[in-house]
């Protein structure tokens, strides 16, 4: 074959539903020569670096790791070993990421029963209660931050004692939640939970955390049939990330090395402080789509800081605007996902991109996009907006 | 909690069973900053990769793909696409990883049949011609490089004859020779195999090497139940590496980055003089091995360069030396794994740790570390050993 050129990928501003930018310590730290995965040595990178998810997920979960792979593993892991074959799970409707839900539940083995709740909106708790009551399920998934319509879940307690109530475990998603917007595992009651690195916790994916419960670890470690995944099955895992410290699989150190670090910025900045910085730099860039002529799809008290989905002026096309953004100005947005594909676009602001910086080049770009695509706005607006909203 | 201390993990040679040493070029390709997983440039990137790793693997099958996650990730993929529920698989029983394959059979709904062999020998062809004339398995899975017992198996094309006369597919672990023993997957009639990174390759673990044939692929394709895993369904995966370049999941961006580079490194290297370097420098290590009073487990013709697994003099015990050299040294050896566990030690001599800096290293280390266990040999025999060796 002919030779392969060096890597030089493209100087990509990444404000789309992630991977989002990453932090100059995060990559020096991939880049660090990995040690061996049994290393005493890893194995402190290993405490620190569950010790640093706790904390991220407010939570004194015992069972708090990052799975070897992507978010998608760390679903398929909480999925997977919660639920039993023959057991029912219920699953939000309102999004692409509780249809993922259902079909990994299916595969475990177990049956999914959808939610019904349209495209844009959050959960009702009191569907939730009914749904419960209805089907008595083992299981209850919520997606707390909704990737592919930018909805936030602001009734997690209300949700969980539902769930509760009827004595089901709730596994949430906080892919796009965690480490940029409020998540208290704990006090909202949430049994399990799995998020991703690429999203507010500006860490290029490939592990991904993941709690559980003591209750729910018992339930995993009382299953009859054994987890259909041996890759992710927590038993087996207890044993390298326990107290054991025993072989299970080869471990991606250099990710975990990424992730610690990723989440040691968090622990400096304060958890608190970086969801108020979320809030205030989502809600400039908020301020300067809307003054660029977008329109929000999801009602303000659902809307995800970190994940803006909004229509275009003029009935332009997603996919056209996404183009033009990423070619001609190098900013990655995303058109939307499942019902909003050929509706919306999706705009980050996530983690190290949730900036002023980010914010403002990215008003930048799109505005000159519009323009460029024949819509009648002041290019500048959205930037001036942003400006005029961080200064209040 | 306390705040955590900037990463600095110690400087170790890596010199066990992998993660092996990694190159310069890997560790900067590894801390670049990443794009989208669904930019038109990463999709370079992965068409790049795709090609590296039919290269190396030597296979035209369009079906060859980087796993988003360590080797036991590719494993489970490999094993749970290619067996259904209520089939039957041959799995080799001389080495710990033949092992988790039957145990991800199980898991996969199949039924593992062990073909028995003692650890430290490879598999006789004509044991697997006569297991598959009493079993009739759907699949045969062989271990071309045993990482707990240092075996080669020797006989890969009569094996696969042996299968393919019973209309059996063969899965083989290539996970401790890919890219540094000769291995030719399509010449030798290998319907699947499977890789990692951090062992010839020299990558940091995370994203790892599965081939499928068409003809396994195919039948992949028509399962009539679904795979037990969402998040390694190859039928799912082809919508993102095969034409489409659809989202299935966010796939790892820097682990492919780094993957490709030390692909790459292989390509400019030429594949057929990095086996020849393996065998060279295995060779000395070898010979300053037995200088210093170690005795070999597996026999001349079974030995596998990337991998030894020796007895100690004298009856030392290998945790003992496994520890002096990490913690007097900073060089890392591994005990044995399984049957070999309290017998033997194992060390590797894996892609960019088979060089004569690495070899000399760990010579010198092992013989200060065997005299200070009160073995009475000259320390610096196994150096002098290897550098006539080297010589010849």
Known sequence: ??????????????????????????????????????????????????????????????????????????????????????????????????????????????????????????????????????????????????????????????ITEAAHDHDAFVLADCVTSLGGIEFRMDEWGVDAAYSAGQKCLSCPPGAS??????????????REDPVRSWYLDLSLLEGYWGEERSYHHTAPVNNIYALREALRLIHEEGLVARWERHRRFSGALREGLWALGLEPVVAPSARLPSLTTARLPGGLAPGAVVETMREEHDVEIATGLGAFADEAVRIGCMGHGARRGPVLETLGALGETLSAHGIDIDPGAGVAAAVNALDE
């Open 209 to 222: 955390p993941l709690s559980i419960s003591d209750g729910a670890m018992e339930k995993v470690l009382d």
């Open 1 to 158: 074959m002919d030779s392969v050129d060096e890597l030089q990928p493209p100087d990509r501003l990444l404000m789309g539903p992630g991977p989002s930018e990453t932090h100059p310590r995060v990559l020096r730290a991939f880049g660090t020569p990995p040690i061996g995965h049994l290393d005493p040595a890893f194995v402190e990178v290993m405490d620190e670096t569950q010790d640093l998810l706790r904390e991220t997920l407010r939570t004194d979960n015992e069972w708090t790791i990052p799975v070897s792979g992507t978010g998608s593993a760390a679903m398929e892991a909480a999925v997977g070993n919660l639920l039993e074959p023959g057991e029912t799970m219920l699953v939000p409707g309102n999004g692409y990421f509780g249809g993922r839900m259902a079909e990994m539940a299916r595969r475990a083995g177990g049956e999914a029963v959808t939610i019904e709740t349209p495209w844009g909106e959050p959960l009702d708790p009191e569907d939730v209660r009914a749904a419960c009551a209805e089907h008595d399920p083992d299981v209850v998934g919520v997606v707390h931050a909704e990737t592919s319509t930018g909805v936030r879940q602001p009734s997690m307690p209300a």
